[in-house]
């Protein structure tokens, strides 16, 4: 395993973390509390020291089970939060949006209540949860810088999402210098990665990237076959059946950076986003153990040299070879598309 630093701000990850997202909801299988508890200290035990929750994951449960999981080995781990869903006062309706809020009360009391869950008095890094760009103003940063203040949070990041859009979010969480950047970046989704990527650089940031989705909902570790099934309650069947479908076939024209066995194609996603220097930690979903052995060992594994970087681009600049639409050509925005303009993508309904 290899580390990064986010930002400048001191605090380190290992390039592989664990997104807890899995340990706090059934939406990628059930599992017991103790094997939820198992996996978090089996990826520990396989020097991945990163951990990524949020409170809205299970309303609550997945800190408890992280907390639980780490108690005993707080010194050695980086442990990041998420904040900026309220439901406390709302029901769940199955993979449904709950209301957001983001106010400078809302950061100081969600992130005690996290605390709390975590049995933890500060976190290395905490999150606003799939904020909106209007709801992050002069206020909300100066919570955040009070709660850096306070010893309860070391560097702050900006985790995008519900989809793989808003653009004008990540663009606001490099100019304003937060520490981190979460978002879906992957062989298949390279956009608005590249575009943080580019931005960064041309801004001289010092911002990180935290890649969620790296194997792009399962088809780039190959969890996922023209043989699968969905279970009703697997997360994973909100893709099109069209994504899946171009999916494969866009899969074999990488084979290549399997390098004969040297690497799985699991592994070589994760290197493929660890070729960006910006990008300091990828989060891959772990569902079971050896899920946790294969790409926790992806940074040991060869790095993709400069000529397997470069053919991947050709590939994905001509869409893989394939003509025809993939059901996923609309991007979701905040802002009604016009952070997408320039780049030329689809805001969501265009």
């Known amino acids: 395993m290899e580390y990064a630093t986010l930002g400048n701000s001191g605090v380190e990850v290992s390039e592989v973390g664990f997104g807890a997202w899995v340990v706090g909801t059934d939406w990628w299988g059930d599992r017991t509390h103790e094997d939820a508890i198992d996996m978090v200290q089996h990826a520990l035990e396989e020097d991945v020291t990163f951990f990524d929750t949020g409170d809205v994951y299970g309303h609550g449960d997945s800190e408890e089970i992280i907390g639980e999981a780490l108690a005993e080995h707080r010194e050695e781990v980086t442990v990041s939060t998420k904040i900026g869903y309220d439901f406390y006062n709302n029901p769940q309706a199955g993979h449904g949006e ?5 106010t400078p009360e809302w950061v100081h009391t969600a992130v005690d209540r996290s605390l ?5 008095d500060h976190v290395e890094l905490l999150m606003l949860h799939n ?49 981190a950047l979460q978002t879906v970046f992957n062989l298949f989704e390279q956009t608005p990665g590249q575009h943080f990527i580019d931005t960064i650089r041309e801004q001289n940031a010092d911002t990180s990237i935290l890649a969620r989705v790296p194997h792009s909902s399962g088809l780039l570790n190959e969890q996922v076959t023209p043989k699968t099934e969905f279970e009703a309650d697997d997360h994973r069947a909100h893709r099109p059946t069209e994504w899946y479908e171009t999916g494969f076939e866009k899969l074999e024209t990488l084979r290549f950076l399997e390098r004969d066995g040297e690497r799985t194609m699991g592994q070589a996603a994760i290197q493929w986003l660890l070729y960006h220097d910006e990008v300091a930690s990828v989060t891959p979903t772990f569902r079971t153990n050896a899920d946790i052995d294969e790409w926790a060992g992806a940074p040991d594994t060869p790095p ?45 309904g265009d």
């Open 304 to 348: 993709l040299s400069d000529e397997e970087y470069e053919r991947v681009q050709d590939l994905y600049a001509d869409n893989f070879g394939i003509d025809r639409d993939d059901g996923m050509d609309a991007l979701r925005s905040s802002v009604g598309g016009a952070d997408l303009e320039e780049t030329g993508m689809k805001s969501a």
């Open 131 to 179: 904020a909106n760009v209007d709801e992050v103003d002069e206020d909300v940063l100066e919570a955040l810088d009070e709660l850096r203040e306070e010893g309860k949070v070391e560097a702050i990041g900006w985790a995008l999402g519900p989809s793989i859009g808003w653009l004008a979010e990540g663009d606001a969480a490099v100019a304003n210098e937060f520490d």
């Open 98 to 102: 709950l209301p957001k809020k983001v």
């Open 116 to 120: 709390d869950r975590l049995g933890m």
